[in-house]
């Protein structure tokens, strides 16, 4: 069962929107090279772990770049409630869709049902300071043409706080990490073109349901070249993509577990003391 999600609680997503920017991408045709680059980690982290997984499952917006992406796996979309089968998979990989969720605990509650004992989940999304340029930018330019501001870039979640996730989902060894990748763009339209491509356009369900004017992002496109060139390139501007990935385990009893508090035999003050000692 789902959590309540209670009337007074209002939406991040507007689930509709999100949908139509997906399938608006894929006619346009998909922007996926973060999906390279965050498949690429996930296969290497999955070389480190040196299992073979038989039976994975992706959970993912943008199915048309996963479906081959890992032999044998089931993609289901990253609804609500996940088409996923409690106990039938050794590895769920929840691929650059979490940022978009309502309930993320709950999505990685219901990835962690679908897993086997010792199975393995992996989740990657932006987070950290992603389009922190983007959002100055056109803040300070709404703000500044027209007095007031709308929501247009979607939260981030710091890795910290996406870190205890996978915890709170009741899932074992939780690890979180972040790589930063820089993106160099001509100027703040191409950028927008690039968001398009990707399926990250505006879908919060608190925006502004009219185009934004015209002289907004002139002025926006402005002060983003003043303020956040490209250091390589100065004629060029530079996008953040913070992507956060997060790693757990179902419980089983054949997994490490920390000691209880109080059972360690040697007192630390003792232990630093040996430490210490010459040999």
């Excluded at 943008?62 to 990253?78: E, I, L, Q, R, T």
């Excluded at 997994?255 to 430490?275: D, I």
Aim: glycine share 8%; aromatic share 4%; with cysteine.
């Amino acid at each position: 069962m789902m959590p309540d999600r209670s009337t007074s609680v209002p939406s991040l997503t507007d689930r509709c929107a999100l949908i139509r920017n997906r399938a608006r991408s894929v006619r346009l045709g998909p922007v996926n090279f973060l999906h390279r680059i965050i498949l690429d980690e996930v296969q290497d982290r999955l070389t480190e772990v040196n299992r073979r997984f038989i039976d994975p499952a992706i959970v993912t917006g943008m199915p048309g770049f996963w479906a081959g992406a890992v032999p044998g796996a089931k993609v289901v979309a990253d609804t609500p409630e996940l088409a996923l089968q409690a106990g039938a998979h050794d590895l769920v990989i929840h691929a650059m869709a979490l940022h978009w969720a309502e309930d993320p605990v709950g999505q990685i509650v219901q990835c962690a049902r679908a897993l086997r004992p010792d199975g393995l989940f992996i989740a990657a999304c932006p987070g950290g300071r992603s389009l922190h340029e983007l959002r100055d930018s056109l803040t300070r330019a709404e703000a500044e043409v027209t007095g007031g501001l709308s929501p247009r870039v979607l939260p981030m979640g710091e890795i910290r706080d996406l870190g205890a996730l996978p915890g709170r989902a009741g899932l074992a060894l939780p690890v979180a990490d972040q790589i930063t990748q820089m993106v160099s763009y001509r100027n703040l339209f191409h950028l927008a073109a690039d968001l398009r491509g990707m399926a990250e356009g505006n879908a919060l369900a608190a925006r502004l349901r009219r185009p934004t004017r015209r002289d907004v992002m002139l002025r926006a496109a402005r002060i983003y070249a003043e303020n956040h060139p490209d250091p390589q390139n100065p004629d060029r501007i530079r996008a953040t993509f913070d992507l956060v990935f997060l790693t757990g385990w179902a419980p089983d009893d054949s997994q490490q577990k920390p000691l209880r508090p109080g059972s360690a035999k040697t007192p630390l003050a003792e232990a630093l003391s040996r430490m210490r000692k010459p040999e």
